[in-house]
Structures are given as structure tokens and as C-alpha cells.
């Protein structure tokens, strides 16, 4: 199992980005995968999750109506799109997969990727 993020970078506030997170070793349809953000010391925060067979998606009320996730299956790609960011936006994000069919909160049974760093100028 593999994941790989990529799409992060510099950018204004009220620009977009996109981040992509490319799956191995498993059908991103099958299970859950979520964006997350894990700022230093704490425990991880959900940023966004789409349930397998996109039975549901969580959006953390920070970015409801700016953020969209969706997934590609053919390309087995989770993506993220941010549009209207702001510097409180500035994270590293992280592609999760719990290997279950929703995002819960047991870090232990999560698959993560590198991380792609997402910076918001003012």
C-alpha cells in the first residue's frame, strides 16, 4: 500500500490548488480516504473524507464551501480542490487511508502519505 500526495505549493490568499493523492496496493473506491492536516504535537484533524462507494463525505466546517473532494477510481486518485484559501489554510496535508469504509479517529490503522506542504501568503 502506497500513497502519494502531490499539488501543494505557495500561494495568494483567495487562490486554489489542487491536491492529488495517488493510490497503490488497494481500490480507493473500496475504502475510505481523507485529507488531514497533523500540525506538530497534536493528534491528526480531518480536513475532508469520502466514504467508500461515496456513501459519505465529511468536510471540516473550516473549509465547508471552499474545499471539494472527489476521486478518480480509473486513475485511482483522491483529490482535493481548495479554492478562496487563506493563511490559516497553511498545513501540511496529508492523504490517510483507514482501510475502512468511513474516516474514524484510530490513528493507529491509518495508512499515510509523505505529506505535500500548502502555504497561503497574505
Known amino acids: 500500500v502506497q500513497l502519494v500526495e502531490s499539488g501543494g505549493g505557495l500561494v495568494q490568499a483567495g487562490g486554489s490548488l489542487r491536491l492529488s493523492c495517488t493510490a497503490s496496493?488497494?481500490?480507493?473506491?473500496?475504502?475510505?480516504v481523507g485529507w488531514f492536516r497533523r500540525d506538530p504535537g497534536q493528534s491528526p484533524k480531518a480536513v475532508s473524507c469520502?466514504?467508500?462507494?461515496?456513501?459519505?463525505?465529511y468536510y471540516d466546517d473550516s473549509v465547508k464551501g471552499r474545499f471539494t473532494i472527489s476521486k478518480d477510481i480509473t486513475k485511482h486518485v483522491v483529490y482535493l480542490q481548495m479554492n478562496n484559501l487563506s493563511p490559516e489554510d497553511t498545513a501540511v496535508y496529508y492523504c490517510?487511508?483507514?482501510?475502512?469504509?468511513?474516516?474514524?479517529?484510530?490513528?493507529?490503522?491509518?495508512?499515510w502519505g509523505q505529506g505535500t506542504q500548502v502555504t497561503v501568503s497574505s
Open positions: 469520502l466514504s467508500a462507494r461515496n456513501s459519505s463525505i
Open positions: 496496493g488497494f481500490n480507493v473506491d473500496d475504502y475510505a
Open positions: 490517510g487511508a483507514p482501510f475502512t469504509p468511513h474516516c474514524g479517529t484510530y490513528w493507529p490503522g491509518y495508512y
